[in-house]
């Protein structure tokens, strides 16, 4: 492992003393008695800035998630480790460190998970702060922000026993934010000053854009003319019967209607086009370099790359694994990124509270066979409601960007300083 040069230094003048407070001390006292478990770190530090972000509210992993990976899209080259106080994040990338859980609150074992890790910054969010580790992140010198605070992070049966304990831990964060005005009141109440804490929107999942290709896009659209288009995105070979069922019901309100079956296989795709033929529908296939007109029914594609492309194109999507479950359904917040309408089947499994979230905002509808999917598209298809829940998803997948903006720029401003040898 590459070890930083820079020599852990207590922030302040008051740091040093902090662990003076009768409350710590109670604190620290009774959680050191216990043998410390060992520490085994789940790899080397890399060399480099290192950014640590712990999840700490219960259902909210998905939007620190999202965070780490927009942090990284905008600096390459710094390092993001990623903790959770409850359950996992799911859908993993390479691009970041992945321990699902920190280690016990023990003095020893928090000083050597610090020590080990060294983070430049600490995004901790929500609350449930654990002593040891914030103050042995605070020692080593690292650049503390606490986000996204909430009132019921600060309700446990320790800070209500034990008051000193989150008043002393909140004045170790560099910058303090409240995600409403309760939770700021709350803050307050615990001694952080008002002028040391910023109001902003709670934080929130939000979607990844897909890329496409500019001229794919431009061409499609010449050739579609503004035709009603609707997609089914990583369609399962099982659903694919019931997706042409459905097409063929939709075309009766809508006799334009372009169906974009798209799959992630290609022996699946060819399957479709047989399948499409022999039910009279007149499909191209992408793949082999058709391209629909007038009257193409069913515009066939196999690759998985193309998705961001068809997303665009469409103004409802089905969210293809989601009747029958045979393949991976795509990320909702992705797809209502897109401005596209969703619709979706029962069998949606990690997805579940994004969908409700879309559905509860106008974004989503949710369908149980062949028939009421055509129906769904039928009417859905239609500008104005299509246009309303496209904007719906919009709405949703965008709220908070401004709090994640701060974040991040807040981020970039202290790790470029320290490249030029600031504190």
Known sequence: MTKKTRQPQPKNSAEV???????????????????????????????????????????????LNDLAHRLIAMRPECNVLLTAAHGDFGNRGSD??????????????????????????LIWAWGDLQPNLLLSAAENGTYMMLVDAARDGFESRRDRWLPEVPR????????????????????????????????????????KMMPAAETDLTDLAASLGGRPTWLSARTGPAECPGVLAAHKLALKASHRLLLVLHF??????????????????????????????????VLIDDDDAELGLWLRVATV??????????????????????????????NVGPHVDALTRLMNAGAARIVNDPTSL?????????PDHAAHMALAGWDVVTRGADSLDRIISLIQSHLDMRQEGGR
């Open 17 to 63: 003393h902090v662990r003076g407070s009768l409350g710590l001390s109670a604190y620290r006292t009774v959680s050191g008695r216990r043998t410390p478990p060992r520490f085994d770190p789940i790899r080397d530090r890399p060399p480099g800035e290192l950014v640590w972000i712990h999840a700490a509210e219960p259902g909210n992993n998905r939007a």
């Open 96 to 121: 970041c460190i992945w321990q699902d859980a920190t280690p016990p609150d023990h003095p020893v074992v928090a000083d050597a998970f610090i020590a080990h890790w060294s983070p430049d910054v």
């Open 168 to 207: 002393a831990l909140l004045a170790q964060f560099d910058h303090v934010t409240a995600r409403d005005e309760d939770a700021h009141l709350r803050l307050a109440q615990m001694g952080r000053s008002v002028a040391a804490m910023e109001l902003a929107q709670p934080l929130h999942p939000f979607g």
């Open 264 to 297: 992630t296989d290609p022996q699946h795709a060819q399957e479709a086009e047989k399948h499409a033929n022999d039910q009279g529908l007149r499909v191209a296939n992408w793949a082999d370099g058709g391209f629909p007109d007038e009257n193409t029914q």
């Open 317 to 346: 999507t089905f969210l293809g694994g989601s009747m029958r479950s045979s393949t991976d359904v795509c990320d909702p917040y992705s797809v209502a990124a897109h401005g596209t309408a969703i619709v979706y089947g029962p």
């Open 374 to 382: 055509g129906r769904a598209v039928g009417q859905m298809i239609t």
